[in-house]
């Protein structure tokens, strides 16, 4: 999985990205919530359907559909590198 696997659109707030895979997807999330504890990511609450992330100092809902939104995001670039990042901790 890598960040060109996704479209990016902000999202109606304005205060985040949206990035949703191009092909679809469906994750484990319990393993992918473990990856994410191995690798310093706080899992702030897991259920079947979405992991509530904090990443980089910025709240995050990862789905799993395999939807990224990273919030309190304005800017698409910021978006995009923290997207990234996060994709290849879950790799």
């Known amino acids: ?3 060109s696997d996704f479209s990016v659109k902000s ?9 949703v895979p191009k092909k679809k997807k469906s994750l484990n999330l319990e393993e992918t919530a473990k990856k ?7 899992v702030d609450i897991e ?4 992991l509530i992330l904090k ?3 910025k709240n995050i809902s990862l789905f799993k559909s395999g939807k990224i939104i990273v ?3 304005p800017e698409e670039k910021e978006g995009r590198k923290i997207a ?3 994709i290849e901790k879950i790799e």
Do not use: D, N, Q
Request: glycine share 4%; with cysteine.
């Open 71 to 73: 919030k309190e995001t």
């Open 84 to 86: 990234k990042e996060l």
């Open 11 to 19: 999202c109606m707030s304005k205060t985040a990205c949206e990035f």
């Open 47 to 50: 259920t079947p359907y979405v």
């Open 36 to 42: 994410l504890r191995a690798k310093e990511v706080i």
């Open 55 to 57: 990443f980089k100092g």
């Open 1 to 3: 999985m890598e960040l």
